[in-house]
């Protein structure tokens, strides 16, 4: 079975990547800020569903890559996995929720909308600009 030290560590390590914001909680939030709270949950689900389904597929031995380097029996690989789905459940959740009752504050004056949008074109324009100007190191 996994080792309770382990399993600690697997899960503080899980919290702090999935609970940055990446582009699957962007999407999440997009989603709940556009459509609602519901529709952002419904987007946690998928993600979640996306996540298992790897889980589930490393632990059967299935990618060259990970089951040459994989040591630990399938039943803990399922267990830390779950692990990690659960853990992105609930921050994934959050930020639907949120997102979704922000979306009810916006959603009271359309201009609060508008800018919202453009602050999101701004931003994805800078982004663009910047690894254009900057260029990639690999």
Same mark, same amino acid.
């Not at 800020?33 to 389904?53: Q, Y």
């Not at 267990?79 to 959603?107: E, K, M, P």
């Given at each position: ?13 899980? &919290? ?10 962007? &999407?999440?939030?997009?989603?709940? =800020? ?36 994989? %040591?630990? !029996? ?23 929720? %949120? ?10 004056? !359309? ?12 931003? %994805?324009?800078?982004?663009? =600009? ?9």
């Amino acid at each position: 079975m996994v080792d309770p030290h382990r399993l600690l560590a697997l899960a503080l390590t899980a &919290f702090a990547l999935i609970v940055v914001p990446g582009p699957s909680v962007l &999407f999440v939030i997009s989603r709940g =800020l556009v459509h609602g709270r519901r529709a952002g949950l419904a987007t946690v689900l998928g993600n979640a569903s996306g996540l298992a389904v790897q889980v589930v597929a490393v632990a059967l031995g299935l990618g060259a890559v990970v089951a040459s380097s994989v %040591t630990a !029996p399938p039943l803990q690989l399922l267990v830390l996995g779950a692990l990690c789905v659960a853990i992105a459940l609930v921050s994934d959740s959050a930020w639907a929720v %949120t997102a979704g009752s922000a979306r009810a504050w916006l959603a009271r004056r !359309p201009e609060r909308l508008a800018t919202m949008g453009g602050v999101g074109g701004v931003v %994805t324009v800078g982004l663009g =600009l910047r690894l254009l100007l900057t260029g990639r190191s690999d």
